[in-house]
């Protein structure tokens, strides 16, 4: 794989050509456009990672210069507040108090290989469980060749927050496989019923043992200084940067060929 040349990038050459026919044009933007985007993406991800303000950027980076002499120029029109519904700024900005204060928590979906599929972020008090829902709606993967993306994976390994009942029949009735162990308390209530408590759901012991993938993720999301403390207002902001982490992780295992 190829190397960057300076601590200051994320990407190297080969990982830019993938990505760089996936960002927006300036072609007929208002505002004031972009002259380079591989430094303005580059200086995004380089704030994120080590968490520093953006007054502080390394002059390599090239801050972001304005063409306000631009005939017929008129400001940029769009924000965060006239966004499509889907992209709004929720309620709260993702920010909720929990055991630790104000926190944010980052729900994600990844493949046996840690590469994420889907993230969704709320604020820290939300159970995972009530989230489950959404994050695998966000599942959206490409096939190579013909056909609709993937949006219902095999199955779904998760911890003893996501065993219930209401969980256990949604990914039943989609036809995945739910390899969730069940809680102690909820065991020791069916052994309290006797007969009547039913069976225990089966667990794939050698399968579950992959959970622990996700969990690195995690660990690898947070390296981010900017990530794993949260110091932005918005919501859109701070699930961006998480998706620009999730898109380095993915061009480190497809490797530098195009």
Not at 84 to 106: F, N, V, Y
Not at 129 to 158: F, K, S
Not at 200 to 222: H, I, M, Q, T, W
Not at 241 to 247: D, E, K, M, S, Y
């Amino acid at each position: 794989m190829g190397q960057t040349k300076s601590r200051f990038r994320q990407f190297t050459d080969e990982q830019w050509q993938r990505i760089e026919p996936l960002l927006p044009s300036n072609h007929g933007r208002q505002g004031h456009p972009f002259r380079d985007n591989r430094k303005v993406v580059e200086a995004i991800a380089y704030r994120y990672r080590t968490g520093i303000p953006w007054r502080d950027l390394p002059c390599s980076s090239a801050r972001h210069k304005h063409n306000s002499s631009r005939a017929g120029h008129r400001g940029a029109r769009s924000n965060h507040k006239n966004r499509p519904p889907q992209d709004c700024e929720p309620a709260g900005h993702g920010i909720g108090r929990s055991r630790g204060g104000l926190t944010t928590k980052i729900h994600s979906a990844v493949d046996g290989r840690g590469r994420p599929l889907a993230n969704v972020v709320t604020g820290g008090q939300r159970n995972d469980g009530a989230m489950l829902a959404e994050v695998l709606a966000d599942i959206h993967v490409p096939r190579q060749g013909r056909g609709r993306p993937r949006t219902r994976p095999d199955a779904v390994i998760a911890d003893k927050a996501y065993s219930s009942g209401t969980i256990r029949r949604q990914l039943r009735g989609r036809g995945i496989s739910a390899v969730i162990p069940e809680k102690s308390d909820t065991i020791a209530a069916r052994q309290r019923r006797g007969g009547r408590g039913g069976r225990l759901p089966k667990l794939d012991v050698d399968l579950y043992k992959g959970r622990n993938v996700v969990e690195r993720s995690f660990a690898l999301a947070r390296q981010w200084r900017a990530l794993a403390t949260r110091y932005g207002k918005l919501a859109t902001t701070y699930r961006a940067a998480v998706t620009l982490c999730a898109i380095l992780t993915w061009l480190r295992t497809l490797g530098d060929t195009p």
